[in-house]
């Protein structure tokens, strides 16, 4: 487990990272009440299925299953 300093970004740039992209689908300061939980699956998936650059340009997913089966 690990814990970050609150407003030290630098220290958790995973999470930056992925909320970063999060905000390519929903813009900062909108409420997540208007989103159905079906369009949120949506936008989980294309995260998940979008390659990045530190996986070796492979997706989260296939590399989950890599480790997983």
Do not use: C
Not at 6 to 26: C, D, F, H, M, V
């Amino acid at each position: 487990m690990y814990f970050a300093n609150p407003y030290y970004s630098w220290q958790k740039g995973a999470i930056e990272n992925t909320n970063k992209l999060i905000r390519q689908y929903i813009p900062k300061k909108e409420s997540f009440e208007h989103y159905t939980d079906k369009r949120i699956m949506s936008i989980q998936k294309k995260l998940n299925e979008r390659p990045r650059e530190k996986l070796n340009f492979s997706t989260p997913k296939s590399e989950f299953f890599k480790h997983v089966l």
